[in-house]
Every structure is written in C-alpha cells, then in structure tokens.
C-alpha cells in the first residue's frame, strides 16, 4: 500500500499570503495525484487533479505541481474562504488508491 | 455534474446490520464508479472500495474485504454500503464519490453518512 505523508498538519496564516502544502508518496505514483479541499460540515470538493490540473471552478491562485513522490499545492494570496483543511489523494495503483492525513489551513 | 445525496445518520447497536445509500441526480451515474471512504473520529480518511454503476464489478480495499458489501442498482442510481454485523469500531462518517473511470479522481462527493455504533 502506497503511504500518502502530508506536511505540516497544521499550517497558520494570514489572508493575502501564500502558503505551501507538501505530500509525499512512500512510491512513485507518476502524476496520479489529487488534491481536494474539505471545510468543517461540508463533502470535500475535488481541486485539482492529474497533479497540476485545476478542476473546474477552482480559481487561478491555486497552483500544483510535483510528480513521481513530491507534489506541492500553493495558494498564493489567500482569502478567508480558502481556510480549510486539504488533503492528497493517489490513484496510480489499485488497491487501494490512498490519502494523505491532511494539511489543516488556519488563520 | 453528479450530484450525490447519502442517506441520514444512523445510530446502531453492536451486531445490528445496517445498509447506507448514495443517490445520484446526475445522468452519468450509471457510467460512473462508486467509491465509499470511511472518516473515523479524528483519523484520516480510509479508500474502502468501488464499485461500477454499470455491471456491479467490485473492488475491494483489501483492509475492508468481507467488511462490508457494496452494492448498486443503476435503474434508481443509487449505490449502498452494508454491514450484516456492526462493531462499535465501524463508528464514522461514510462518504460516497463519484470516479469518471477506475484510474481518476473523486469528482463529486455525497454530503457523508455519519454511522454510530453504541450499546
């Protein structure tokens, strides 16, 4: 099983900076790798995918990148709907497909 | 968009069986891959299986194997998750997710399905 390692768990900011989310992969999972972002009472929403590939509706200060097992998620200039938590996904090879712990986003 | 909807929250005796359902409103749900994900209380989250709309194949996480039964009946696209048998450890919140196909991302979530399982 492919180990998914976020870091830090816990990250505080202040609106208008950016911030650095970082997920390791115990292997490489090529570009198979999602972000999604989950806020307190709500289903988590999909944002990005094929490790760089906004999902639709995401705005353009999201920014992912990374392959094999590094992948980081920026949000430059962050706003108060964005403190929430993040977590990482794979889905190179099955079974299963894996998660990350989760980056907790807070002002 | 598939827009999934999961039944309410139960709560449970050890030993009962329960069954869980996800409806999709959407007209690619009998296309789509199912895919349940467990949340125990302050853990992460935990890949259970798939299951595909379209003929009922299903995979198993092989943590979850012998677990639970996933289910799905295209004609009311609806997928179910059951238990025959809970324990006190199936406590959590279970959530459905939509895959356009095996190797992609959960496109669309269920609001989450919380189960507690107390005597």
């Known amino acids: 099983e492919i180990v998914m390692t976020q870091s830090p768990a816990t990250l505080t900011v202040s609106p208008g900076q950016s911030v650095t989310l970082s997920c390791r992969a115990s292997?490489?999972?090529?570009?198979?790798l999602a972000w999604y972002q989950q806020k307190p009472g709500q289903a988590p929403r999909l944002l990005m995918y094929g490790s760089s590939t906004r999902a639709a509706g995401v705005p353009a200060r999201f920014v992912a990148r990374g392959s094999g097992t590094d992948f980081s998620l920026t949000i430059r200039t962050v706003e108060s709907a964005d403190f929430a938590v993040y977590f990482c996904?794979?889905?190179?090879?099955?079974?299963?497909?894996?998660f990350g712990q989760g980056t907790k986003l807070e002002v | 968009d598939e827009q999934l909807v999961q039944s309410e929250t139960v709560v449970k005796q050890p030993g009962e069986s329960l069954t869980i359902s996800c409806e999709g409103s959407?007209?690619?749900?009998?296309?789509?891959?199912i895919a349940w994900v467990r949340q125990k209380p302050g853990k992460g989250r935990e890949w259970m299986g798939v299951?595909?709309?379209?003929?009922?194949?299903?995979k198993y996480s092989p943590s979850f194997q012998g677990q639970v039964t996933m289910s799905a009946d295209k004609t009311i696209s609806t997928a179910y998750l059951h238990w025959t048998s809970l324990q006190a450890s199936d406590t959590g919140v279970y959530y459905c997710a939509r895959l356009k196909e095996m190797s992609s991302p959960l496109d669309s979530w269920g609001q989450g399905s919380l189960v507690l399982v107390s005597s």
């Open positions: 299951i595909y709309v379209g003929d009922s194949d299903t």
């Open positions: 959407g007209n690619t749900f009998a296309t789509s891959w």
């Open positions: 292997q490489s999972v090529s570009l198979d």
């Open positions: 996904q794979h889905y190179n090879n099955w079974p299963p497909y894996t």
